[in-house]
């Protein structure tokens, strides 16, 4: 039985619900049955830089 490939917009909901903390069991098996990491790597690091920069515009703006 071949592995199914993520797209592009679960593996965002993915991050995003690691990102917060919750995920349903569906959506985890399915995570858990994808072909590669890779994605799941990449969008993650894109989510956390995108967030820290948030953070410094944020702090940025407040303190100006």
């Avoid at 903390?21 to 858990?32: A, I, M, P, T, W």
């Avoid at 890779?38 to 894109?46: A, F, M």
């Amino acid at each position: 039985m071949a592995e199914p490939k993520a797209s592009t917009w679960q593996v965002i909901k993915a991050v995003l619900g690691a990102f917060v903390g919750v995920q349903s069991e569906k959506q985890r098996q399915l995570d858990f049955q994808t072909k590669s990491i890779v994605p799941y790597i990449i969008v993650g690091i894109i989510a956390a830089l995108l967030f820290v920069a948030s953070l410094l515009v944020t702090v940025s703006l407040v303190l100006a």
